[in-house]
């Protein structure tokens, strides 16, 4: 190696050195607790204890962030209940509000309700009603195409099968009627609930208006 260029390296050697050295100055630090349950400030954290969790500290030993341990599966799945009930209690609260706000644009009062429960139920019953007429009026169909039937049998002839068919048909009408006016009355019901469940909580709604009312004039006092 040529003398003159040892200065040159010597130099080069140092910076690195000194380059290595900053690093190493300004690195962060991490904390944790070894497995002997002591407190232990260092460059890294052994990978078989990163589980138990930890803390990075910057140059001037001050908290960076804190890495937590890792949760047992058992706590994971308590944690996920929780989520979940959580966000459950929000979405009740959310359906709460908008059912409210809904109200509160619908209706001035009770009075409010009641009408609309009424006409919704005025229009249920009169379909109904005319299901009902339907039903009489295919069971009459029926009845008259029993008697021409019979009359046909009595006077020695055979029924015609398009006059079975229709009895037949007639039959069917009549089962798909009556499930129509059992469909109606159960919509009859539900309607008549969901209203009341409008009504007692416009009610609440209410209530909660004067009381809060009441207490801003007993203070005003």
């Known amino acids: ?28 630090l991490y904390r944790y607790v070894n497995e002997e349950g002591n407190i232990v400030v260092d460059y890294q954290v052994p990978p078989e204890l990163v589980h138990r ?25 308590a944690l996920s209940e929780e989520e979940k009930q959580a966000q459950h209690r929000e979405e009740q609260k959310s359906r709460l509000r ?8 619908r209706y001035s009062s009770i009075e409010d309700i009641e009408a609309a429960r009424n006409r919704a139920l005025r229009e249920l019953h009169i379909r109904v009603s005319i299901l009902k007429s339907n039903t009489r009026s295919l069971k009459q169909q029926i009845e008259n195409s029993q008697a021409r039937a019979a009359n046909i049998e009595r006077g020695g002839g055979e029924v015609p ?17 009556d499930r129509s006016i059992v469909d109606r009355e159960q919509e009859i019901s539900e309607v008549s609930l969901s209203f009341q469940r409008d009504i007692d909580r416009f009610q609440s709604l209410l209530d909660l208006v004067e009381a809060r009312r009441s207490h801003s004039v007993s203070n005003t006092n």
């Open 1 to 28: 190696m040529n003398l003159s260029s040892q200065p040159f390296l010597t130099l080069i050697l140092a910076a690195v050195i000194f380059s290595g050295l900053s690093q190493v100055a300004v690195a962060d």
């Open 98 to 105: 908008e059912w409210d706000e809904s109200l509160m644009l």
């Open 161 to 177: 099968f398009e006059l079975m068919q229709n009895i037949d048909n007639l039959q069917q009408e009549i089962g798909m009627t």
């Open 53 to 77: 969790g930890y803390e990075i500290l910057g140059k001037d030993g001050r908290v960076k962030e804190v890495i937590p341990r890792t949760l047992t599966s058992e706590e994971r799945m």
